[in-house]
């Protein structure tokens, strides 16, 4: 053991949980757990909570990560598409909501809506997998997480509120997009499901939903004022697009309302 009077870290708990903690300090992690139930309800919060995303998503932990996905093609220039094969066909969204949600725009190009849902669905599933870091910015910072992707993407990037769906924020990164940065924001119900939100520069001025799944993932893309958005998660239709309209509602209605 190492000297026991020295405070366990956050960092060490997760560890702890993980699993990657030093033998020598184990010992220690285990009788402040002993005496201190705080720290030890959320260790054991997290196990549930890792235990419940690696039965669902181990079978795609140990993919390559696309190269697309690559942070280090930020500043180039923009690449040229190379597309896999999404396994449904693209269709138009026409799954409830009112003439607003259906008739938001245009149909969106298919080239655009491709390479929209191909990265953000492959973004959806190399962090989604992540426990201790699925995030660069956590959601305890969501005034900072936003400035800093507005500042970093070029348009106004919004972490909206989905309490109504279960639904907590996780955090955000950024990404490569299309052609320069995209943000990403995860979310997380409490028995460990979790969506995104990719939003990236669009050739497109607007268009209404689209929707797509592969395997047992699903998104909806639209697109407003040259930004398209991706949410990604369950390939269960209704919950995706229950996600979805509130999503479009704190990101897209505000700024028309304002203005």
Same mark, same amino acid.
């Given at each position: 053991?190492?000297? #026991?009077?020295?405070?366990v870290?956050?960092?060490?708990l ?19 757990? =002993?005496?201190?139930?705080d ?30 996905? /690559? ?6 220039? #923009? ?23 259906l ?6 190009? #298919? ?15 190399? $962090?989604?997998?992540e ?21 970093r ?6 972490? #909206?509120?989905? /309490? ?7 955090g ?38 689209? $929707? ?5 993932e699903?998104?909806?893309?639209? =697109?407003? /004022?040259?930004?398209g ?14 996600? =979805? ?15």
């Amino acid at each position: 053991m190492t000297d #026991p009077t020295i405070p366990v870290t956050e960092d060490e708990l997760h560890a702890y949980v993980d699993n990657e903690l030093p033998t020598e300090r184990r010992g220690d992690v285990e009788a402040w757990l =002993a005496t201190h139930a705080d720290d030890a309800e959320r260790v054991q919060s997290w196990r549930a909570m890792a235990e419940a995303l690696h039965a669902r998503y181990d079978s795609i932990a140990n993919e390559p990560v696309p190269q697309r996905l /690559d942070l280090e093609r930020l500043g180039r220039e #923009p690449r040229r598409w190379i597309y896999g094969t999404i396994a449904a066909s693209f269709l138009a969204f026409a799954a409830g909501g009112g003439a607003g949600w259906l008739a938001h725009g245009a149909a969106a190009t #298919p080239s655009t809506f491709k390479s929209f849902t191909v990265d953000a669905l492959d973004a959806y599933r190399l $962090y989604v997998v992540e426990v201790r870091h699925p995030v660069e910015v956590p959601g305890s910072e969501r005034t900072h997480l936003q400035q800093w992707l507005t500042k970093r993407c070029g348009w106004a990037v919004r972490a #909206p509120e989905l /309490d109504a769906t279960g639904l907590k924020l996780v955090g955000g990164r950024l990404l490569p997009g299309p052609t320069g940065p995209a943000s990403f924001l995860m979310y997380e119900s409490a028995n460990g499901e979790r969506f995104t939100i990719y939003t990236a520069k669009a050739m497109t001025e607007a268009t209404q939903m689209r $929707y797509t799944s592969r395997d047992n993932e699903g998104a909806l893309f639209w =697109a407003d /004022d040259g930004v398209g958005y991706v949410v990604s998660g369950t390939s269960d239709r209704e919950r995706l697009t229950q996600v =979805a309209r509130l999503v479009y509602d704190q990101t897209e209605k505000p700024e028309k309302s304002g203005g």
